[in-house]
């Protein structure tokens, strides 16, 4: 089998085991995957994954129960045990037993076959081409913001980060009717938010006034949350959904002197998610800059790490 792997450095592996699903689970022929910011910072040391990368995938099911053989899916990332405190009280996302595709105990999706549970999968519906499907799981993560917090249309909503997932949010949060800027660097990438009525503002020509009830940090960066912490008004929320690979200095006393509330936000509703790509309420295509075969994954991880592009797609089989 092909596949993407990761330890220590990346290599293009063609002899991998195909994987054999316990009972419970399903074996999937992945047919597109995703790259996002967390492959690239897991081969900078984040979590400390060894294995194939990748987590964004949709696919077919080539072996499983009734209910799922042949059926075209897109999957939950975190594997459960369902017998933990967590997984009883209903927060299974949180399970302390956990595997995560490729990112923690579990192979992901840079390869041609997968293993996950059938309780993670979720059909994909016949009006949702494969190019948009595999925009599921991080709009799945950009749709966790609203569920967190409630956004009214008076609120002033500050989105750092035009990258991949910032744009996400920034679609997702414009639905609300709030009074959105997203902040960035890249006039590029900011492009694709002012053909879409969302208003941007560049990072040098930012003068911060601390008026923003929320700020949303997408950058990637520490500096995005030193920014945000600069942004927001007095007992206003900061969510954080950016990872770092690296131990940071950050300040943290704004957040004490200011009573800033940080929320940390991490993955999120598959069905809302697969709900706006049916109704073409968010447009996912545009953000595409390249699909490669799985074989040039290592070409293709090159390609999204250059801030010039949003996203990349490994082609499989390839």
């Not at 309780?119 to 599921?136: I, K, M, Q, S, Y």
């Not at 990258?163 to 890249?186: E, S, Y």
């Not at 996912?284 to 801030?307: F, H, K, N, Q």
Request: with cysteine.
């Amino acid at each position: 089998m092909l596949g993407l792997v990761y330890d220590g450095k990346l290599a293009v592996r063609r002899n991998l085991p195909q994987p054999d699903p316990p009972k419970g689970e399903a074996l999937i022929q992945v047919a597109l995957a995703g790259i996002c910011s967390t492959d690239l910072e897991i081969t900078k040391g984040y979590m400390g994954f060894t294995g194939v990368l990748g987590h964004e995938f949709v696919g077919t099911v080539v072996r499983g129960s009734r209910r799922w053989e042949g059926r075209r899916v897109v999957g939950e990332i975190n594997c459960v045990c369902e017998r933990c405190d967590m997984c009883r009280s209903g927060m299974s996302n949180h399970c302390r037993h956990r595997t995560v595709l490729g990112i923690a105990g579990r192979d992901g999706c840079f390869a041609e076959m997968i293993a996950l549970p059938e309780r993670n999968l979720h059909e994909v519906p016949e009006t949702v081409g494969d190019e948009e499907a595999v925009f599921v799981e991080p709009l799945a993560a950009a749709f966790q913001v609203v569920k967190q917090v409630r956004i009214e249309p008076r609120m002033r909503v500050a989105v750092l980060g035009s990258g991949r997932l910032g744009l996400l949010v920034a679609q997702v949060l414009a639905r609300t009717g709030c009074r959105l800027h997203v902040v960035g660097r890249n006039e590029k990438t900011l492009s694709f938010c002012d053909k879409k009525g969302i208003q941007t503002v560049l990072v040098d020509d930012l003068v911060p006034k601390k008026d923003y009830d929320v700020a949303v940090e997408c950058t990637g960066a520490p500096a995005g949350f030193e920014l945000a912490s600069q942004l927001v008004r007095p007992r206003g929320q900061i969510v954080l959904k950016s990872t770092y690979a690296a131990e940071s200095r950050i300040n943290l006393t704004p957040l004490v002197v200011d009573e800033i509330e940080l929320l940390g936000s991490r993955c999120g509703p598959f069905p809302d998610a697969l709900s706006a790509l049916a109704r073409k309420e968010i447009d996912v295509l545009s953000m595409i800059s390249r699909a490669l075969p799985l074989s040039r994954a290592i070409e293709a991880m090159e390609i999204a790490a250059d801030p010039q592009n949003l996203k990349v797609l490994l082609k499989i089989p390839g």
